[in-house]
C-alpha cells in the first residue's frame, strides 16, 4: 500500500510563498495536489506524469504553483508563490491514477495523504 504524507503548510501573509512536500512510501507514476476549502468539493490543483514530468495546473494557479519531484528520496513537491487568501485550503497529495492527464479528479486517485492546512491572509 502506497503511504503519503504532506508537511509544509503554514500561515502566511498575501503575496508569500511556501513549498509543500509530500513523502510517499513508494513513488508513483502519476501524482497530485488537491486542496479543499471549509464548504467547498476537493479540487485538482496540480498532477505530474512522472514518466514524462508532464506537469498539469488548474486555471486558478497557473503561473503560481509549480510541481516537482526529488527522484532521489521519492518527495514531490508543490512550489507556491503569489499566494492569494483563495489559496487558503487544506492541501492533499495524492498518488496513483489510471491516467495521467490533467489536474484529475478526486475519484481518479486512489491513495491520499491527510492533508497539511495553508491559510494565506490580507
Known amino acids: 500500500q502506497v503511504q503519503l504524507m504532506e508537511s509544509g503548510g503554514d500561515s502566511v501573509q498575501a503575496g508569500g510563498s511556501l513549498r509543500l512536500s509530500c513523502t510517499s512510501s513508494?513513488?508513483?507514476?502519476?501524482m497530485g495536489w488537491f486542496r479543499q476549502a471549509p464548504g467547498k468539493e476537493r479540487e485538482g490543483v496540480a498532477a505530474?506524469?512522472?514518466?514524462?514530468?508532464?506537469?498539469y495546473y488548474a486555471d486558478s494557479v497557473q503561473g503560481r504553483f509549480t510541481i516537482a519531484r526529488d527522484t532521489t528520496d521519492d518527495t514531490l513537491y508543490l512550489e507556491m508563490n503569489s499566494l492569494k487568501p483563495e489559496d487558503t485550503a487544506v492541501y492533499y497529495c495524492?498518488?496513483?491514477?489510471?491516467?495521467?492527464?490533467?489536474?484529475?479528479?478526486?475519484?481518479?486517485?486512489?491513495?491520499w495523504g491527510r492533508g497539511t492546512q495553508v491559510s494565506v491572509s490580507s
Open positions: 495524492a498518488a496513483e491514477r489510471p491516467e495521467c492527464r490533467g489536474v484529475g479528479r478526486v475519484d481518479e486517485y486512489r491513495y
Open positions: 513508494k513513488y508513483r507514476y502519476c
Open positions: 505530474l506524469f512522472t514518466r514524462t514530468g508532464r506537469a
